[in-house]
């Protein structure tokens, strides 16, 4: 257990995480046209922001390992790509129950949602094919390949709202809210990187030992 940092960041996100998801429910004031249902946003919005920024950092990484060809790279991009798709699969479900509660359906095909969809599904894929391919090098080159061609749609993600007709509400931050939602939000998203940090840490570690033990078997 000896210099891992990552435990005391993670444990502190997660309880930041806990005290925000509190503070939304109880304390923070109701949006003002999706009342209670708005309060799912101080969990919706960190985890939408976060598993793009994952899936940049496997964008990063990918290049890195095609560049560089250092496994250090490899594993960051292997690490932000699972940590990335559970937020997604959080915000998707989030999403959906939202949807549910502001638009009386579990799905439209809306730009945001169907996009996000198209994001997630993308990366469960290179999750797929890093697991189909046995050697480690084509495994890594293969993977960084795909993971270059699925970021392409993160930033569509990002701003489709903006450019295209949607039912989804503009994109959400601390500047353009009641301000103490503001902090709720802010807090919610330093909590949920946190969280993130550790899981891409641990999961890094993790594709290290295996790497570390495919070459030595």
């Given at each position: 257990m000896k210099g891992r940092w990552e435990l005391i960041v993670g444990a502190v996100g997660g309880l930041g995480l806990l005290a925000g998801s509190a503070l939304g429910l109880w304390?923070?004031?109701?949006?003002?046209?999706?009342?209670?249902?708005?309060?799912?946003?101080?969990?919706h919005v960190p985890t939408a922001w976060l598993s793009m920024i994952l899936f940049t950092a496997?964008?990063?990484?990918?290049?890195?390992?095609?560049?560089?060809?250092?496994?250090?790279?490899?594993?960051?991009?292997e690490a932000s790509v699972e940590a990335g798709v559970v937020l997604g699969c959080l915000l998707s479900v989030q999403g959906s129950i939202w949807a549910h509660w502001t638009w009386n359906t579990w799905w439209a095909w809306d730009p945001r949602l169907t996009s996000v969809a198209v994001m997630v599904l993308s990366f469960l894929g290179i999750l797929a094919l890093r697991s189909f391919v046995d050697d480690p090098e084509k495994r890594a080159t293969w993977s960084a390949t795909a993971t270059i061609v699925a970021w392409v749609n993160v930033p569509f993600v990002y701003l489709c709202v903006k450019w295209m007709r949607s039912l989804h509400q503009g994109q959400s931050s601390v500047a353009n809210i009641d301000p103490d939602m503001g902090k709720v939000l802010?807090?919610?998203?330093?909590?949920?990187?946190?969280?993130?940090?550790?899981?891409?840490?641990?999961?890094?570690?993790?594709?290290?030992?295996?790497?570390?033990r495919e070459f030595t078997e």
């Open positions: 304390w923070a004031p109701q949006e003002r046209f999706m009342l209670e249902t708005g309060r799912i946003l101080y969990v496997a964008f990063v990484g990918s290049i890195g390992w095609l560049v560089k060809r250092r496994w250090g790279f490899d594993f960051l991009s802010l807090l919610n998203t330093v909590a949920v990187t946190l969280v993130a940090i550790y899981f891409v840490v641990t999961r890094w570690r993790i594709a290290n030992a295996v790497h570390q």
